[in-house]
């Protein structure tokens, strides 16, 4: 969705630290969520975070929102091969039904 | 439960032909979701079903298009008249009413030719 805006690329070398960037514009979301996708598959929920809190930690990944600002992070920690992926952050509005993503954040991890 | 499964993975399709997806959501899961993916894009709105009513259809979702849940569990979604630009992937999900986030399947991929 246009209200929600991502970095399209990212490549980090395995061990470092990832950070991927998002922006969205709605103020009266709700929930705000990161899905990860592999290469010919669905999307997988990997986290997310009530628009109430600042930060949420969930073993090598770490949310965190800025609510002033609209922006939200999600930094995976000691970052492996396995997490090359498309990274979508999503907003949910009116309820937890409905989500508008942002066009993804390619994740590389090289050697 | 294996989660959710969508049938069939690939469709190729001539132009103006009919075709039809389906989506078994994860059992328990009253909620079921339609979404369509471009290349390059994050998923968009379709439709959205609480158990066998269809509660809100984007304006995307053209009258070509028709979803329907007849029992509140499996969902199929048709597209008549395909058209080039229906090429996408056609992602289905379901969620429980108290659950955060979607459980998403495999998707459909179709192509258009």
């Known amino acids: 969705g246009e209200d929600v805006e991502q970095s399209l690329f990212l490549s980090v070398r395995e061990g470092d630290s990832s950070v991927i960037n998002c922006t969205y514009t709605?103020?009266?979301?709700?929930?705000l969520y990161w899905y990860k996708q592999e290469p010919g598959a669905g999307l997988q929920l990997l986290t997310y975070?009530?628009?109430?809190?600042d930060m949420k930690q969930d073993q090598r990944l770490t949310v965190l929102l800025n609510k002033k600002d609209k922006h939200l992070s999600l930094r995976i920690a000691d970052t492996q091969t396995g997490d090359s992926a498309i990274y979508f952050c999503?907003?949910?509005?009116?309820?937890?039904?409905?989500?508008?993503f942002g066009a993804g954040t390619t994740v590389t991890v090289r050697a | 439960d294996t989660g959710v499964s969508q049938d069939p993975r690939h469709k190729i399709t001539k132009r103006g032909q009919n075709v039809t997806f389906r989506c078994d959501p994860i059992?328990?899961?009253?909620?079921l979701y339609w979404y369509r993916q471009t290349l390059g894009q994050g998923p968009e709105f379709l439709t959205y079903?609480?158990?066998?009513?269809?509660?809100?259809k984007s304006r995307l979702l053209s009258d070509r298009f028709s979803a329907e849940r007849p029992k509140g569990s499996f969902s199929t979604l048709e597209i008549q008249r395909t058209e080039q630009g229906d090429s996408a992937m056609y992602l289905c999900?379901?969620?429980?009413?108290?659950?955060?986030?979607?459980?998403f399947g495999s998707g459909t991929r179709l192509t258009v030719v």
């Open positions: 999503a907003e949910s509005i009116r309820g937890d039904y409905k989500l508008s």
């Open positions: 999900a379901s969620s429980s009413n108290t659950g955060h986030g979607y459980t």
């Open positions: 975070i009530f628009s109430n809190m």
């Open positions: 059992s328990e899961h009253n909620r």
């Open positions: 709605d103020s009266s979301s709700t929930y």
């Open positions: 079903f609480q158990n066998e009513a269809q509660l809100e």
